[in-house]
């Protein structure tokens, strides 16, 4: 059974007009259950992440800072939410969820987190509605852990990895690729192990020639024995803040291609749905949803 990391703390309540679509953490699992998709023991819930497995990553003073809720007002700002307990606490759930979905990934091929992606969260900051780097620090437990030696991080949210490319820029065994928006956030970018920025405007077709060649160049480059996805939305057409204009289609068949490829090589795979910020929310959850409905396709 393919399982989902989720918890009703995930859809944390934010400032009225706040543009983070938190209500997709809600739907998107209703949407699964209601349509057949997934059965309600497809779905579970992680414990806090314990502070010994985020110091692999993340640097002292700044979990000191964010767990005292101690952040300064920029650095708040940098991250764009309100800081409160419940949100901390949110991030440490969202963390240990895909900490535990890399072990169903070994048993099942994959594993799912309703939330997670926040590639923006470097060693020392938080940015862009990320505070803790939850696949970076997924990363580092099985490295660790020894579970895995080489991994291999493939950041399709439109938006680049920069806090991902940030902790693993001095570490071999973690190749990071990223493929982004040029012009888009973060205005400062890191240097991944494979970056393919895209113009504004790119469609599906150049869209998907270039997943499919780069795609290969990481796999080889890698050799992984773990793969992590980020799987954002925020490149469709609808997307407010994207700037690219993939189809819901052409968004479907960037992940058939990631999935297939993992599927093919025998590798386990941990998903996280990163960014979407399309106008209308049936737009994010519907092409959210048809990541988990390829899955179900392709492993079950």
């Known amino acids: 059974m393919i399982k989902i990391a989720w918890h009703p703390l995930y859809a944390h309540p934010l400032p ?36 010994e497995i985020i110091l692999l990553t993340h640097e002292e003073k700044y979990w000191q800072s964010l767990k005292n809720l101690t952040l300064s007002t920029k650095e708040q700002r940098r991250v764009g939410f309100p800081l409160n307990p419940k949100l901390v606490e949110r991030e440490l759930m969202i963390t240990q969820g895909t900490i535990d979905g890399t072990e169903f990934a070994f048993e099942n091929g994959i594993a799912f987190n309703v939330a997670g992606g926040t590639h923006h969260s470097g060693s020392n900051w938080g940015e862009g509605f990320c505070l803790l780097n939850d696949q970076a620090i997924a990363a580092n437990f099985l490295l660790n852990k020894k579970l895995a030696n080489r991994i291999l991080i493939i950041d399709l949210d439109v938006h680049q990895g920069n806090g991902t490319a940030e902790i693993f ?38 869209y998907l020639s270039l997943l499919e060649i780069n795609l290969n160049i990481a796999f080889e480059g890698s050799k992984p024995e773990f793969v992590f996805y980020l799987a954002g939305v925020d490149v469709l057409s609808t997307d407010k803040l994207g700037k690219l204009s993939l189809s819901k289609a052409g968004c479907k068949e960037r992940d058939k291609l990631v999935l297939q490829s993992c599927k093919i090589k025998n590798l386990p795979l941990q998903v996280s749905m990163g960014g979407g910020y399309s106008t209308d929310i049936k737009d994010i959850v519907d092409a959210h949803c048809n990541t988990y409905r390829l899955a179900f396709d392709l492993f079950t």
Not at 18 to 26: I, Q
Not at 38 to 49: A, D, G, H, K, T
Not at 187 to 204: A, Q
């Open 16 to 51: 009225e007009g706040h543009r983070f679509p938190m209500l997709k953490y809600e739907l998107i699992p209703e949407q699964l259950l209601h349509e057949g998709t997934i059965e309600q023991s497809s779905l579970f819930s992680s414990e806090p992440v314990a502070e």
């Open 169 to 206: 820029k001095n570490d071999s065994r973690v190749f990071t690729f990223s493929m982004h928006g040029e012009k888009n956030f973060p205005f400062r970018k890191e240097i991944s192990s494979l970056d393919v920025p895209l113009n504004d405007g790119v469609e599906d077709e150049e």
